[in-house]
């Protein structure tokens, strides 16, 4: 019983376009923030967009202005549409919560792989 299901992701050339969905289980998803996390090899895990439970965006540097990040309470749902992409976007992306109290500590999913190359 995961409690983050990631989909959406695949192989794109530079300057296309993806959307994530993020499905998710449990009580906690309504009333916190979640986020869209990405991991290369490599590198670590790095926060790339979140959003409060009302809605308000933020985004890391590298991917303001291309990437936005929804959410859709009454289906447990956040998604990521990413625009513009670069290959420095190439990772496996996760959602999870996001914020001060919970960030990072839900169970981590498999992941959605993206690719972006020509």
């Known amino acids: 019983q995961a409690q983050f299901v990631e989909s959406g992701g695949g192989l794109v050339q530079p300057g296309g376009s993806l959307r994530l969905s993020c499905a998710a289980s449990?009580?906690?998803?309504?009333?916190?923030?979640m986020g869209w996390y990405r991991q290369a090899p490599g590198n670590q895990r790095e926060l790339v967009a979140s959003?409060?439970?009302?809605?308000?965006?933020n985004y890391a540097d590298s991917v303001k202005g291309r990437f936005a990040i929804s959410r859709d309470n009454a289906k447990n749902t956040v998604y990521l549409q990413m625009n513009s992409l670069k290959p420095e976007d190439t990772a496996v992306y996760y959602c999870?919560?996001?914020?001060?109290?919970?960030?990072?500590?839900?169970?981590w999913g498999q992941g959605t792989p993206v690719t972006v190359s020509s």
């Open positions: 449990g009580s906690m998803f309504s009333i916190y923030a």
């Open positions: 959003i409060t439970s009302d809605g308000g965006p």
């Open positions: 999870n919560f996001a914020g001060p109290l919970l960030g990072g500590l839900g169970d």
